[in-house]
């Protein structure tokens, strides 16, 4: 507890904490922080809260195996499950809420590290192991603990300014990116806006994607002879730095929000490569995407979440900013038969909004290429050698898929990730199969295509 805190230093500087140090929390600590949040507002000072404080490591595990509950709380000292008498969902929610609020706060001003937690798990799998009754309904889990150093040195997530939340007298314009998959309803600036505003769920240089270990090491292997100078368009999460070879590396990001992701993934997976690493946020002004003299370009599984202007400008700036010799390598999904039947399961299953899918969730946009309208824009750029190879007609990230599917099954919809890794007939079945497929070339059959562009 600091004394000299005034309640505007703890309502400005509070800020999610996903990662915690080791030290324990005195139980007297937690009573304080659950003592203020009973003076928040309630619906008509019913006051029918509940707080379930779990420090104990089995039930913790219990409520991640059997309940689904997010990976994170094994890591927390202290869960607190915060419930509602539930005959009235709107009260429940209402009071619960405002209770969290408090319990934030309070954990901000005795110096803990708080985050709230609605993938939880299954409902029915927390009530049976807290043995919580049927009455009562679930609010979220708030994690209470000491942030350690990353956690602590992190910076706070930016805000939108009040005037673009503020209406006066009746609801007024609002920015919002569109919201659907097909990058090419989408502009720079919304992408931008959704970067700096919507992506941003989680802790500084965490993946913000899904990919497999094939994919993985197919980077590896066709990065492993590139020449550097490089440089790596649109980055995002730097989820694939650490699989480039060590040299002189310049990253180019759509916002500085997004560039952030990347030095700190940089930080945490790389950390020999900082020495040699640059990193700015494109300029669609300008006519090269980077002053210096650059050998290689590289574009890692992000082709497919670019409208077409912006993807056809971004060909054009690297074919300017290669040396003489210089290669584009560019790797990404491409629109199999399996992934046209996978992607139009999923629009039919969860709908029109991309929100609503765990695998669209972080990145906005997404729609794998087209392999021959895509070499029909780098030879418009000026890219006159170009040469493509297909691989796994059965897509590898489905490994992932098929996880997540079982995440969301056991949760009962609450989560897809932060998950438990769990062992079925259909996942073994599938990774033999993948196993077996390999890296085979397989032309335009392929779900991922690996195109390599001279200047």
């Known amino acids: 507890m600091d004394p000299q805190k005034t309640f505007l230093d703890v309502v400005r500087n509070r800020k999610s904490i996903r990662s915690f140090g080791p030290d324990g929390v005195d139980p007297s600590v937690v009573r304080r922080i659950l003592e203020l949040a009973t003076n928040a507002p309630t619906n008509c000072n019913q006051q029918a809260w509940n707080f379930i404080v779990v420090t104990d490591a089995a039930t913790k595990e219990r409520l991640v195996t059997e309940a689904a509950s997010n990976t994170n709380i094994r890591r927390a000292p ?72 990353r956690a602590e040195k992190a910076t706070k997530v930016p805000r939108k300014p009040l005037a673009e939340a503020l209406h006066e007298g009746a609801f007024g314009h609002s ?27 989680t802790s500084l240089g965490k993946e913000m994607d899904i990919m497999s270990g094939h994919e993985r090491v197919l980077v590896k292997r066709e990065l492993s002879g590139m020449r550097f100078p490089a440089l ?15 040299g002189p590396l310049h990253t180019v990001d759509l916002t500085e929000e997004t560039a952030a992701y990347t030095l700190a993934a940089v930080e945490q997976q790389a950390p020999h490569t900082l020495p040699l690493l640059t990193n700015t946020v494109y300029d669609e002004h300008a006519p090269r995407l980077f002053p210096g003299a650059v050998q290689t370009v590289t574009m890692i599984y992000r082709l497919e979440r670019l409208p077409s202007d912006v993807r056809k400008a971004l060909f054009t700036k690297t074919y300017a900013t290669l040396e003489r010799g210089g290669e584009l390598i560019i790797i990404a999904r491409h629109a199999n038969v399996f992934l046209k039947i996978f992607f139009t399961a999923v629009k039919w299953y969860f709908g029109p909004d991309v929100r609503t899918t765990g695998i669209y969730a972080f990145f906005g946009p997404y729609r794998p290429i087209r392999i021959f309208q895509t070499v029909g824009e780098l030879r418009r750029a000026g890219f006159s050698t170009i040469a493509w190879s297909g691989y796994f007609p059965i897509p590898t990230f489905y490994e992932q898929v098929c996880q997540m599917f079982l995440q969301y099954r056991k949760s009962e919809g609450s989560s897809y990730l932060h998950r438990e890794i769990r062992s079925t007939v259909i996942s073994r079945l599938l990774s033999r199969l993948l196993a077996f497929q390999g890296f085979l070339r397989a032309g335009v059959c392929g779900s991922v295509v690996v195109i390599r562009c001279k200047k």
Request: charged share 20%; with cysteine; hydrophobic share 35%.
């Open 78 to 149: 202290v869960v607190v499950v915060v419930t509602y008498d539930g005959w009235n969902f709107k009260e429940a929610i209402q009071g619960a809420s405002l209770a969290v609020g408090h319990m934030l706060l309070a954990a901000e001003y005795y110096g803990l590290g708080a985050l709230p937690m609605n993938s939880y798990g299954a409902d029915s799998g927390v009530k049976y192991i807290l043995g919580i009754p049927d009455t009562e309904r679930i609010c979220c889990f708030v994690l209470l603990g000491y942030p350690d150093t």
């Open 232 to 246: 790596d368009l649109c980055s995002y999460d730097g989820s694939f730095i650490r699989e480039f070879p060590h």
């Open 175 to 201: 920015r919002r990116p569109p919201f659907v998959y097909d990058p090419d309803r989408w502009t720079l600036e919304t992408l931008r806006y959704h970067q700096r505003y919507y992506c941003r769920k």
